[in-house]
């Protein structure tokens, strides 16, 4: 069973789904989200293991993100990665830890994770690292970044080819643009837009928007003319 907290939700606000068995965990988390986006509403979903988590987010298809805890009692954090991955590539991840890790970073990110946060940080280095990561970036723990170099093997052995509305819309991605903005400009469906993204994910042989933008850039993608 899932649960649904946070205020009723407009078309350009955010929604997060927090996956963690231990409901105060949840619900601290969706206490502190509330504070994400000071202009937007925050939705928050909770989900106490994968099995509903993926329940979840087959039934939202305008998710935001996934805050994820490492620590599963059906899952750990790197098998759930492997399943989003491969049914939902456009949905950014964070993965969530109570242990300051190192390993446990390089190797969820190197999987496709858009972020890695211990549970020890403070509530506003949450909210920050959460909007870096909603802004398309990639966030790790500060302490373990220059220590810990992640390297993001590239798979792609040559260029891809597009369509021109898949072209659109990894220019529209190149710029920062959120799906739902994404959508917006090209009046295209959200489920449309993610499966754009999905192809030019699989084309440029990554998992996330970020490692697609290095891509296009090493490949001469840019803005066009």
């Known amino acids: ?24 965990v949840r619900e601290g988390l969706s206490h502190v989200l509330q504070g994400l986006m000071p202009d937007e509403a925050t939705e928050v979903l909770q989900a106490p293991n ?10 939202h298809a305008d998710l935001d993100l996934v805050l994820l805890d490492y620590h599963l009692p059906d899952m750990n954090g790197l098998a759930a990665l492997t399943v989003l991955g491969k049914e939902h590539p456009e949905l950014p991840v964070v993965i969530l830890s109570g242990l300051a890790n190192p390993s446990i970073m390089q190797r969820v990110l190197a999987q496709g994770a858009v972020g890695f946060i211990t549970k020890s940080c403070l509530s506003e280095d949450l909210l920050q690292a959460l909007r870096l990561v ?39 991605l190149l710029d920062g643009c959120s799906n739902r903005e994404i959508s917006d400009k090209l009046c295209l469906s959200d489920e449309t837009i993610k499966n754009h993204i999905t192809s030019i994910l699989r084309n440029f042989g990554v998992t996330t928007r970020t490692q697609a933008a290095l891509e296009a850039n090493r490949w001469g993608y840019g803005k066009p003319a």
Request: proline share 8%; glycine share 6%.
């Open 1 to 24: 069973m899932g649960y649904i907290v946070g205020t009723a939700v407009g078309v350009n606000d955010v929604k997060i789904l927090v996956v963690d068995d231990h409901a105060l």
């Open 50 to 59: 994968c099995a509903t988590a993926f329940d979840l987010v087959n039934a």
């Open 134 to 172: 909603l802004s398309g970036e990639i966030y790790s723990a500060p302490e373990f970044v220059q220590a810990y170099p992640v390297e993001h093997p590239l798979v792609t052995t040559g260029p891809p080819v597009f369509t021109p509305r898949q072209e659109e819309v990894l220019h529209l």
